[in-house]
């Protein structure tokens, strides 16, 4: 039924076949997984089920590989505070909600951190892993982060990175095209802060 476009078919199919292998050799399968892996509602359940058991390895080595970077750049970052004296960016969690006063959560804090100085760092990520998946919606994961920031120092440095990546580029790539009518010819007088102005009422008006 086909037979006179199976070439063109064929020749497609080849073509895509290779465009998709190329992703075998960059790191996007693994950005996926670090990305859901920061989820603490899908973690690695996702992977194991879908992906094959030398996919899901490779992938586990690829987060190690990533988490040690960022251990790595953390300790440096410990040790430039220690010689210059500057203090180190707050790990405290979040006031709103929290119990006590702050002289108490001060002091648990202070407990957290010294219990966490002294284990080996490479058991936060398998603590993480192995802990029960939450039941969180999207909209909670970065607060999670923001209540475990303790618990999982690093980690939480990572979804920070990570989480803030939008999943789609749509939404900048309207804003550069709002931009471009605000910005016509016959207005490349604007002052910055009167075109900001203008962006922030069009992107509420537009968005209620």
Aim: hydrophobic residues 40%; contains cysteine; charged residues 20%.
């Amino acid at each position: 039924k086909f037979l006179t476009i199976k070439p063109s078919l064929q020749a497609g199919l080849d073509n895509l076949g290779k465009w998709y292998r190329k992703t075998d050799n960059s790191d996007a399968y693994f950005i996926c997984l670090d990305f859901e892996m920061l989820n603490p509602s899908i973690k690695m359940a996702y992977f194991v089920d879908k992906w094959d058991a030398k996919w899901v390895e490779a992938g586990k080595k690829s987060l190690e590989s990533r988490f040690n970077k960022y251990l790595v750049a953390h300790s440096n970052a410990e040790v430039n505070t220690a010689t210059s004296g500057e203090p180190l960016p707050s790990t405290a969690r979040p006031t709103a909600g929290c119990y006590g006063s702050s002289w108490m959560r001060s002091a648990v804090q202070a407990h957290q951190a010294a219990s966490l100085a002294n284990q080996d760092p490479y058991q936060e990520l398998k603590s993480y892993l192995e802990a029960p998946l939450e039941d969180l919606d999207d909209g909670e994961v970065v607060r999670w982060w923001g209540h475990h920031i303790l618990t999982y120092p690093i980690l939480s440095w990572m979804a920070q990175d990570y989480l803030a990546i939008p999943g789609s580029s749509v939404a900048a790539e309207q804003a550069f095209s709002s931009g471009g009518i605000t910005g016509a010819a016959r207005h490349n007088h604007l002052l910055p802060d009167v075109f900001e102005a203008l962006q922030l009422l069009k992107s509420t008006y537009c968005n209620g």
